[in-house]
């Protein structure tokens, strides 16, 4: 099918679709609690961004659209779509200063108006300024568009960068010089001089890896087997190296941040186990994080006298085998009845198990034993020789073992006789039964390593915190696990990685909007799902499997220009 | 002998079915020592069951959205309590409104009935545009790809919903004409639960002659038996699931309001037990069949709401009521094990 040309009608649906994103945006408060963090200190407020950026994103929409099929109207299709989009936060600054908004929606607040409408005294004056300042980012957009396609990439991905840049500010004023850090970054976002330097290196930078990169993938290829893997071998120990003296790079702050990242990733190879590898979607997964925890700090703690005296108290490395063994056990003892339903139905009843541990833990029935909803204190820490570990730089040692050794055991498992069986019922059951796989030994194996890994998560998230209350194992955990699964690549191990530097390590780091993680979680989900379902860090076979269907469309539109051509 | 056992049953089989059997007899056993204890008497249990049949018509009520949507798209709309909670919301503005304007009080019935108009409207357009935005373009996805939509869409709809209204408790505005309870012998029905009687019924028998008697019910009839074949028919597919969507999220406004009169609070995050338990009694009643929902939903908050008392309490388990939700939970696995069809289904053993 030949597409429609594009005409204005569609950048003023585009731009109404923005527009209500933006209106969306402001209502739930993400404009307001956004305009007091800097991105180019004084100057440009991460709410600025926000609000400019899905101008700009939806202006870049409908410019680059109308670029493929009516060339001549990429710059009005931008000034049009970039102009509406504007109007929406206009138009509610100006009813927020009219009618009472409050009763219903809590942000729209005079503060929120003033925001919108940055304007002094005449209301309509700034509403104009800000639709005019749309449709003039619609005409810097729309002209960006015809700018050569690498260059665009090079500009674009130089101005993420600097956004980012001032975004983590917390993070690079640690990391870098202090020369540097004088020089680019103020108390509260870039330097305005910083951040042109910075966007101009970038760009360079972006433009030369561009063109460099594919020279020396190529020249990386054509060395010989023993140089290639000699190299390999050198870039990993750099790499462990690096991550070996990392904490102290980091500081106390940002190894908190490490710490949390890690856990996430023991648990998230264990998901990928379950998930990933043979397709068996765990949504009880906290289950046994909580299980791991609970094991943990039950034989450490010093409280809890009911157990106490039955059970001696154990430091961390006694502790640890039982935590995981008891995992182990409970992913089995879970996993017979769960496994013998399939599909959709597995999700829900998995679901309805960890909601069952979870308020199991917080009934007063198991108090005496689990501590009740006041949790368990006196958890024990890890101790080499003469070092606890107590601090989370410390503490980042051992989770580091932890990532090692989970990293190790699935990267084994995957191309074993055994991960090659997962793989084979997560593409279709019943052929994998028909070659002789035992269905419910080997979803049972999947779900107990799982299980396993995520007791060893749960073990080292007790101990580290030293204490623990059950509302830390609500099912958020096992969404949040999901998600960077989902967001990394499913199956992938180094997805896992990529997915819980962006979905924990981002979020931990942005604390003061953690209201809106769970929000921006859901967009993520979904739009993961619709526009890029095999993840950021992809597994070879699922990106094939994933993208059968565009494989063979080519066939199709080929059969259909001959047709086409036919009648003529 | 043993080796014959072991051919028969995988060891699988018979931990489920030891399983089963402790907790058959644990039950028995608790409602025995509750029963021969007398500590209830005999109208506290009516109450129960009556407090548990509101509670199931506001289940039976969402579960008819997951019913429909799985028996057409064979897919966990796990959203769906979602929608159940903004209908809520919509509802206790409407109310707290017109509370405000003294309205409530002159004119409860026509307040409720534009509650509830306005709450179906809310929730119906949610639910089409979950499906427009993020359902339909995975139509044709591997299984698991909707079900992570659906977790997506969920948490986006709570969380816009906690930024909209706050994270706060909204209490709902005091109804005269719906608080209080009549009182029949010993028995004292309260009359918010024989109003969700009311409405409940009202909405199932309108909704039965929907399905069954008219041709947008056929169209959604056959687009569940075979989605090809009904469009070979003629059928617009697209547009008869926007329509069940449509139905589904109106089901679950009306019981957004329904439970705004009976429990008088809605929150952000409260879509997501009663959503949890309407996919239950879904399933308990047999999924993609409309009667099972109700039946499901009516049963599961019986047990509900009487199994607490009657075999945890015997049991001498303390506090047996913090244990309620574990029990329809506890139902929900037994019942995917152990029958996974339901107490009417059939269409699921086509389709696991």
Request: charged share 15%.
């Amino acid at each position: 099918m030949k597409p429609r040309p594009f005409r204005l009608l569609d950048a003023i649906r585009w731009g109404v679709y923005g527009g209500i994103a933006v209106t969306l945006i402001a209502l739930i408060g993400m404009v307001h609690a956004f305009s007091k963090k800097g991105i180019v200190a004084d100057r440009i407020m991460m709410s600025h961004v926000l609000v400019f950026g899905l101008i700009v994103a939806v202006a870049y929409l409908t410019s680059t659209r109308a670029l493929a099929t009516k060339r001549r109207l990429a710059v009005p299709a931008g000034i049009v779509a970039g102009s509406i989009v504007a109007l929406f936060p206009a138009l509610l600054g100006l009813l927020i200063t009219q009618i009472n908004l409050r009763a219903v929606f809590l942000n729209a607040s005079p503060e929120l108006a003033d925001l919108l409408l940055p304007g002094e005294e005449n209301n309509i004056l700034s509403a104009l300024q800000l639709v005019l300042l749309g449709s003039a980012f619609g005409l810097a957009v729309g002209l960006l568009a015809l700018v050569p396609a690498r260059l665009r990439r090079s500009l674009v991905s130089a101005g993420v960068g600097v956004i980012l840049l001032g975004l983590l500010q917390a993070v690079f004023v640690v990391i870098i010089p202090d020369s540097w850090r004088q020089f680019l970054y103020k108390a509260n976002g870039l330097s305005p001089n910083g951040a042109i330097a910075l966007f101009i290196a970038l760009s360079i930078l972006d433009y030369g890896w561009l063109r460099g990169r594919p020279l020396t993938q190529q020249r990386i290829a054509q060395l010989p087997a023993r140089q290639r893997r000699a190299l390999r071998m050198v870039v990993t120990l750099v790499m462990l190296g690096l991550l070996a003296i990392l904490p102290q790079l980091l500081g106390p702050f940002l190894s908190e941040v490490a710490d949390t990242i890690g856990i996430y990733i023991i648990m998230g190879m264990g998901l990928n186990i379950v998930v990933g590898f043979a397709g068996l979607l765990d949504l009880g997964y906290v289950a046994f994080f909580a299980i791991g925890a609970y094991t943990m700090a039950v034989l450490t703690t010093p409280e809890l006298p009911v157990v106490r005296n039955v059970i001696p108290q154990l430091n961390f490395w006694e502790a640890l085998p039982f935590a995981l063994l008891i995992s182990f056990i409970s992913g089995v003892l879970l996993g017979i009845p769960v496994l013998k339903t399939r599909g959709d139905y597995l999700a829900i009843i998995t679901l309805g198990f960890g909601e069952i541990i979870r308020l199991l833990v917080l009934s007063d029935a198991l108090k005496p034993i689990l501590g009740g909803a006041q949790g368990i204190t006196g958890v024990a820490r890890p101790r080499i020789g003469e070092i606890t570990a107590v601090n989370p730089q410390q503490f980042f040692y051992p989770i580091l073992v932890g990532i090692l050794i989970a990293w190790f055991i699935t990267a084994r498992l995957k191309i074993s006789r055994l991960g090659r069986s997962w793989m084979a019922i997560r593409e279709d059951e019943d052929v994998a039964a028909a070659m002789g796989i035992n269905l419910v030994g080997y979803k049972l194996m999947a779900f107990a390593t799982g299980a396993t890994l995520a007791g060893l998560g749960g073990a080292l998230f007790g101990s580290k915190l030293g204490s623990m209350v059950p509302a830390s194992f609500n099912v958020l955990v096992s969404i949040n696990v999901l998600a960077l699964l989902i967001v990394g690549g499913m199956g992938s191990l180094p997805g896992v990685i990529v997915g819980a530097i962006a979905l924990i390590g981002l979020p931990e780091l942005l604390r003061e909007f953690s209201e809106f993680r769970w929000w921006v979680y859901g967009i993520v989900l979904v739009a993961m799902m619709i526009f890029k379902p095999e993840g950021l860090w992809p597994e070879a076979t699922r990106l094939r499997e994933l993208h059968e269907a565009e494989a063979f469309a080519p066939v199709e539109t080929a059969e259909e220009t001959e047709t086409a051509a036919v009648p003529a | 002998m043993l080796a014959r056992l072991r051919r028969e049953f995988d060891i699988a089989d018979i931990a489920l079915y030891a399983i089963g059997a402790v907790l058959v007899i644990s039950i028995i056993y608790g409602s025995y020592v509750t029963i021969t204890s007398e500590k209830y008497t005999s109208a506290q249990w009516v109450n129960f069951v009556l407090f548990g049949l509101a509670q199931g018509g506001i289940y039976a009520l969402i579960a008819l959205g997951y019913t429909m949507v799985y028996g057409i798209l064979g897919m966990i709309n796990f959203a769906h309590g979602d929608f159940f909670m903004m209908g809520s919301f919509a509802a206790f503005f409407v109310s707290a409104a017109l509370a405000q304007a003294g309205f409530l009080e002159t004119n409860p019935f026509l307040s409720v009935a534009l509650m509830m108009v306005v709450a179906m409207t809310v929730s119906a357009t949610i639910a089409v545009l979950a499906e427009r935005i993020a359902y339909r373009p995975l139509r044709r996805a591997p299984r698991l790809v909707p079900l992570i939509t659906a977790i997506g869409v969920s948490y986006f709809l709570q969380y816009t919903a906690r930024g909209l209204f706050g994270s706060g408790v909204k209490a709902f505005p005091n109804i005269p004409a719906f608080s209080g309870a009549w009182q029949i012998g010993a028995i004292a029905v309260q009359k918010t639960q024989v109003a969700v009687f009311v409405v409940t019924a009202f909405l199932l028998v309108f909704l039965y002659f929907l399905i069954q008697r008219t041709k947008v019910g056929r169209a959604i009839r056959s687009v569940a038996e075979d989605k090809d074949a009904a469009a070979l028919m003629g059928v617009d597919v697209d547009r008869t699931i926007a329509i069940t969507f449509l139905i589904g999220g109106t089901m679950a406004g009306a019981a957004g309001v329904m439970y705004g009169i009976v429990f008088r609070q809605a929150s952000f995050i409260m879509g997501f037990i009663p959503g949890l338990k309407a996919f239950t009694s879904a399933v308990l009643g047999g999924i993609g069949n409309i009667t099972g929902a109700v039946l499901g939903g009516l049963t599961l908050g019986i047990v509900e709401s009487v199994g607490p008392s009657l075999f945890l309490d015997g049991l001498g388990i303390p506090a047996p009521h913090q244990l309620k939700d574990a029990i329809a939970f506890t139902v929900l696995v037994l019942i995917l094990i152990f029958r996974p069809t339901g107490i009417l289904g059939e269409r699921l053993a086509k389709r696991a």
